[in-house]
């Protein structure tokens, strides 16, 4: 298991940066695939076509997300925790990814930084 760190600033309130990284229509328009989402503690959530699942953990609108992700049997939780702070007129986002099994690390570390971050980053700022 290995743990995966990032930050990215989006110039965007931190308001938007979390809408679009919990309202399903937002992550669509990103992700280009169906999600299941919501800004819900307890809620099960799909994203990617089952690709990505997990549960919210603890939610705090504009601040704070913390997931579990689901990768099957694992001796320890994986758990992603995104934090948004104000930046001057950027959001700063801190992803922290715990436990992340080994085989899939290098795709994950990936995806964080290609396929998820950096698509808010670019729908964001795209306006």
């Known amino acids: 298991m290995k743990d995966f760190n990032y930050s990215i600033e989006i110039t965007a309130q931190p308001e938007e940066v979390f ?12 992700s280009g695939f169906q999600a299941e989402m919501k800004a819900e503690e307890g809620f099960l959530f799909s994203l990617w076509e089952g690709d990505v699942c997990g549960i919210n953990l603890k939610v705090v609108p ?3 997300l913390v997931q579990e992700w689901f990768f099957g049997e ?23 990814h715990e436990n992340i099994p080994d ?11 290609e396929y998820y971050l950096a698509a808010v980053k670019g729908m964001l700022e795209m306006y």
């Open 74 to 96: 694992t001796e320890h939780p994986s758990i992603v925790t995104l934090r948004m702070e104000k930046a001057g007129d950027k959001t700063r986002v801190e992803l922290s």
């Open 62 to 64: 504009d601040h704070l």
């Open 19 to 30: 809408a679009a990284l919990t309202n399903p229509f937002q992550i669509e328009a990103w």
């Open 103 to 113: 085989e899939v690390y290098d795709e994950i570390a990936n995806g964080w930084k």
